[in-house]
């Protein structure tokens, strides 16, 4: 009778035997490890040594956190617009006969620029001083008769009534004269008024009108800007509109005068916002003595914002934004730590940050975008 027991030990000696040649056959390392193979007539094989893999370090750059009091500089553009404009008309009907400034020339208050035809005004003047001649003459009569009247009239030789009629004549004599001398007055106006002046100091803009031809009252014949001092026309923010102050003191350049600064002063400031863009308008005054500044010039306005004191002060280029939030990566002990950080100002490339950083902790500005927290990191220069 067979042992089944003793029959299966030997089976499995002969299965475990089968599997162990099959992985000593596929797995040459762990089939040295069980037998030491000859050595090679060469001399010994060769043998791996494991040796600890050295850590990755990442190049950063850093700088140290700050304290500082900054000035926020507000860069604007603006627009050179005349101080004021005028428009010089005509207050009589009138033939234009002499023409003296074209556009473009300089004026100075009270230069003439025009003259109207005279001659017939001053025949009309003519009349009314002779009409004025003949009343007088008519007054000094009427004035004669009604003394003789009044002589008369004490002797009984006339009658009350014809005393009356005479005294009268006197008062019409004198209402006479009186309404030729308005006249006279009145025709030396308009003679006046043949010649128009530049109102204020300023340069010709306009001629609107040409020589020989007949103007009426209220005709606009030239137009004059006022361009010293001239006005620069800019806009404002509303989150500035609270640090900015009338005559607080402005730079300006200009284009064509790079290298020249040209210092203005806030004038006024309008109380509306536009409707366009919803700032404030902000009207720059400044001196155009040299008369170099022209309506329509680009201005480059640098304007004195907020001021902060002891701000905590780094770099933009140091804060990394990440699913809508910033932080910084401060080095310490050769690692970068990630810190959260909120931005309240950005001033140039600098940001002012509330923030749990410390001065003189180094945020890093180069090679943060690819680190993590508690990555290992190489300082360079």
Known sequence: MVDWHSSRSEVFVVIRAILLILLMSTFPVFQGSCSRPPEDEHGPEETISLEPVAVTKMPVQVVEVQRESLTETLDLTGMVKPWDEFSVSSEIMGSVQTIYKEEGDWVSKGDLLLELDRSKLELRLRSRKADLRRAEVELEFARKDFERAQALLEKGAISESDVDELEERVSLAESSIELSKLAIDSVEEDLQDTQLFSPATGQVSRRLVSLGETVNPASVLFRLIQLEPIKVLTEITEPYLANIRPSQQVQIRFDAFRDEPFVGRVHKIQPVATAESGAFPLE????????????????????????????????????????????????????????????????????????????GEKVVIRGNSNLTDGTPVELVV
């Open 284 to 359: 720059i005054r400044l001196g155009n003595a040299r008369r170099r500044l022209q309506s329509g010039m680009i201005a480059r306005i640098s304007l004195t914002g907020k001021v902060f004191v002891d701000a905590l002060v780094i770099p933009l280029e140091s804060v990394v934004n990440s699913e809508g939030m910033n932080f910084v990566f401060v080095v310490d002990e050769g690692r970068a730590h990630r810190r959260p950080v909120k931005i309240q100002e950005r001033i140039g490339d600098r940001a002012i940050v509330d923030a749990d950083l410390a001065p």
